[in-house]
């Protein structure tokens, strides 16, 4: 089965009142692994229902390669059981009534397979997700991560050439689920499917996706690869949730034809009155004492990543992430100091919207 490249054109759709998706564009090639990020409530699963045909949209089109599937106009135009999409939730909803390999031959027989092929087919996929020795088990005597590895192994069974995965992973611990992430991918390109994968975990998306789609209100934010997100976040709102940790935002005023915070000098003005001023955590210091630089904060956490510290601070009720070599002695609640770059990374207008500059470094 070849694989198709999706394209969403001015896709929309309304319950009612609710705009749960207002214009959507995106495109992806064959082969993509195109992630949908955004916080509770944005439209991701209303995009992946409508990607399946369980919902129709109220305006623009899918397309899957030249085919149109759905359309705003003309409803359904191809039936969700001849779009050849593959289905992974977050629940694994296993038949508890047949093993493992009767679970993955189902859907097979369904289509009316020969059982020669099938039972060829179910070895294959048992191999890919590693569950040969759970072939004869029931459901319930498999764990969690294994029960989502079988309904995974069940979705891939038909070769579907589009697969659809809403958070699949959100039921595991952080350890399976580090662990899935990499198995999945895995998984992806072995089946040469397309694939669109819901998640409001940026970690999720930026370490598995080929393209990012980053949402908000029904409507895409940002989109692009993983890197450019990090690199060049075109809104506010992606700056703030994209990245470990995410970049710092500071509501500069223009006094005297520099940016401050407080008492704080934050350089020079480029004109905009009230901007939004983005600083990568790695760009932040710890001070000792003040400065002209340096504003006054509290003390949060320090958290150990990978040899170096993510030190969190509270500037009243605004969580500051700084990324530090030493793990910092202060305690909750401590006084400090973090000093400021003489440049922001990036400068955001006052309707949020606008990228008025880009400082940018290459991130090494
Ligand atoms: N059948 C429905 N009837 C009315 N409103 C709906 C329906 N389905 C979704 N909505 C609304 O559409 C919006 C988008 O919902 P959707 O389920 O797509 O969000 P989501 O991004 O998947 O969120 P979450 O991360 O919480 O799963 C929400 O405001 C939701 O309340
Ligand atoms: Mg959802």
């Given amino acids: 089965m070849e694989s198709v490249g999706i394209a969403l054109r001015g896709l929309e759709k309304r319950f009612g009142e609710v705009a749960a998706v207002a214009g959507v564009h995106i495109e992806v090639p064959p082969g993509a692994f195109l992630a949908l990020l955004g916080p509770s409530g944005c439209g991701k699963t209303t995009i992946l229902r409508m990607l399946a045909g369980l919902e129709d949209p109220t305006g623009g089109e899918i397309a899957f390669g030249e085919r149109v599937v759905a359309s705003g106009q003309r409803g359904t135009v191809v039936p969700p059981g001849e779009r050849n999409v593959g289905l992974v939730f977050q629940s694994y909803a296993l038949w508890p009534h047949m093993r493992v390999k009767d679970n993955i031959a189902w859907p097979l027989k369904v289509q009316k397979?020969?059982?020669?092929?099938?039972?060829?087919?179910?070895?294959?996929?048992?191999?890919?997700?590693?569950?040969?020795?759970?072939?004869?088990?029931?459901?319930?005597?498999?764990?969690?991560?294994?029960?989502?590895?079988?309904?995974?192994?069940?979705?891939?069974?038909?070769?579907?050439?589009?697969?659809?995965?809403?958070?699949?992973?959100?039921?595991?611990?952080?350890?399976?689920?580090?662990?899935?992430?990499?198995?999945?991918?895995?998984?992806?390109?072995?089946?040469?499917?397309?694939?669109?994968?819901?998640?409001?975990?940026?970690?999720?998306?930026?370490?598995?996706?080929?393209?990012?789609?980053?949402?908000?209100?029904?409507?895409?934010?940002?989109?692009?690869?993983?890197?450019?997100?990090?690199?060049?976040?075109?809104?506010?709102?992606?700056?703030?949730?994209?990245?470990?940790?995410?970049?710092?935002?500071?509501?500069?005023?223009?006094?005297?034809?520099?940016?401050?915070?407080?008492?704080?000098?934050?350089?020079?003005s480029n004109g905009v009155q009230s901007p939004l001023l983005m600083y990568r955590p790695e760009q932040l210091r710890l001070a000792n004492g003040p400065g002209p630089r340096c504003l006054s904060v509290e003390f949060a956490e320090a958290t150990p990543v990978a040899g170096r510290v993510i030190v969190t601070v509270w500037d009243e009720r605004q969580r500051i992430n700084i990324v530090t070599d030493q793990l910092p002695s202060y305690r909750l609640g401590d006084s400090l100091y973090i000093e400021f770059p003489a440049q922001p990374d990036a400068i955001f207008g006052q309707d949020e919207q606008t990228l008025a500059m880009g400082i940018v470094p290459t991130l090494a």
């Fill in 113 to 268: 397979w020969d059982s020669a092929t099938i039972a060829r087919r179910v070895q294959e996929v048992l191999a890919l997700l590693s569950i040969d020795h759970l072939a004869d088990r029931y459901p319930h005597q498999l764990s969690g991560g294994q029960q989502q590895r079988v309904a995974i192994a069940r979705t891939l069974a038909p070769r579907p050439r589009v697969l659809l995965f809403d958070e699949p992973l959100s039921n595991l611990d952080a350890k399976l689920r580090a662990e899935m992430r990499t198995e999945l991918l895995r998984v992806h390109r072995a089946s040469g499917a397309t694939s669109v994968y819901v998640t409001h975990d940026q970690v999720e998306a930026m370490t598995m996706a080929s393209h990012v789609a980053v949402m908000r209100n029904g409507q895409v934010e940002q989109f692009g690869a993983p890197g450019d997100l990090l690199r060049i976040p075109s809104t506010p709102f992606v700056a703030t949730f994209v990245g470990t940790p995410p970049a710092n935002l500071v509501a500069a005023q223009q006094v005297n034809g520099r940016y401050c915070y407080k008492s704080v000098d934050l350089g020079e």
